[in-house]
């Protein structure tokens, strides 16, 4: 019964895994996609604790599933929308078919003359995958039928040692001890990476970007598109291009998008 059970929650734990890293590819999200791999992460940490692999279980816990969360809240306090919500309203706009990302490809053939090539560079911008994403695909999968071969024919040995079950106070006592310097010392480089991380994702503004809305010389708003500087008019509207809703400029978009159309 209890063989049953072990498999039982083994298929559970690979399903889980498999499926939450599947969706953080599908996911227009940033903050879904996170949390998609944290849970990934968690049922690998799972995993391990069926082989009796209690301090792998905590590590990945703590690093993968630790550093996600960071990861994450980086995102949620640094991106412009880590939601999604921008690419999603594109998306229904535009009628685009397709679960997620998947809708967002790159656009097939050579790039258009004309009219239609203002179009073909805008569905560039948005593409949420590349041109290569069907050799990948090809090729993942090729890796993953060689890997499952590869486990299934292979004679694998069995011990009756049983695993040590003081593996984690030994460690503990290893890295408060003998390897003490060393673990502070990858905390602290690991405290310099994260600051440096935010230094250099820092947005950098324009000097003369002002909080309040630009004005055209007659008194009245701009408004501009936030994926296209270039279209801009004098009053709330939507997108020509991709059907998203204006929203009043900047005097740096203003002067920014001067050389380009207006709406």
Not at 92 to 117: C, N, Y
Not at 194 to 205: D, M, Q, S
Request: net charge neutral.
């Amino acid at each position: 019964m209890s063989g049953l059970i072990e498999w039982i929650l083994f298929l559970a734990l690979s399903v889980l895994a498999v499926g939450m890293a599947a969706s953080m590819l599908v996911t227009m999200s940033m903050y879904r996609a996170g949390l998609a791999l944290m849970s990934s992460f968690v049922a690998l940490a799972g995993l391990f604790i069926l082989l009796n692999a209690d301090l792998l279980a905590a590590i990945q816990v703590m690093m993968n599933v630790g550093g996600m969360l960071v990861m994450v809240l980086f995102m949620v306090m640094l991106m412009m929308d880590p939601g999604g919500e921008m690419m999603w309203d594109m998306k229904r706009k535009m009628h685009m078919p397709g679960p997620g990302a998947l809708s967002m490809t790159m656009p097939r053939g050579a790039p258009p003359s004309g009219k239609e090539r203002q179009h073909h560079q805008m569905m560039v911008d948005m593409a949420m995958s590349t041109a290569q994403l069907p050799w990948a695909l090809a090729l993942g999968a090729a890796s993953a039928l060689v890997l499952i071969v590869l486990v299934v024919r292979t004679p694998w040995p069995f011990s009756s040692v049983q695993p040590t079950q003081d593996a984690t106070g030994a460690v503990g006592t290893l890295l408060l001890s003998r390897y003490m310097l060393g673990f502070e010392g990858a905390a602290f480089l690991i405290l310099a990476g994260i600051a440096g991380a935010v230094i250099f994702a820092r947005r950098e503004r324009a000097p003369t970007s002002r909080p309040a809305a630009a004005t055209a010389a007659s008194g009245t708003k701009i408004f501009t598109c936030p994926m296209h500087e270039e279209v801009r008019q004098s009053g709330p509207g939507q997108c020509p291009l991709c059907g998203m809703d204006l929203t009043p400029a900047t005097e740096a978009s203003v002067h920014h998008g001067e050389g380009g159309g207006s709406a």
